[in-house]
């Protein structure tokens, strides 16, 4: 799985409109966030630093919701921009996702044990999860 990284305002409108998560590390306002969700009609969640989660606008969270959209808090630990612009979450989470869910694992353990070992936010490991059950 890839995360697209965008770290400037300017970035937004040169995004392939096929993406499906995308982490903003950049302090969006209500107006980068429209302009992302035109711009990428396919996107399912928009990561952002917890430290930006606060300065979103409660009518931007609605929006998203009604557009079933998920506003997800997390970071891409040790993630250089200018190596890649694409963050990957190695296949060895999701192997060890689907091991778990066939040992009969709950959903509460699998996040928390997955998002323990991997540096990865519960939220996102839960889209994980989602997305695997999907398939």
Known sequence: MRIRVVSSREEIFTLNPNERVVHLAFRPSNKDILGLVETCPKLE??????????????????????????????????????????????????????????????????????SRENKLNPELVAYIIAKEASI
């Open 45 to 114: 969640v928009i990561q952002l630093p917890k430290s930006y989660m606060a300065t979103v606008s409660k009518s931007i969270e609605m929006f998203l919701e009604m557009q079933r959209i998920q506003l997800i808090e997390g970071d891409v630990w040790g993630h250089r921009k200018d190596i890649n612009e694409y963050y990957t979450i190695p296949s060895s989470v999701t192997e060890k996702i689907r091991e778990m869910r066939i040992e009969g694992k709950s959903k509460e353990d699998i996040e928390a044990r997955i």
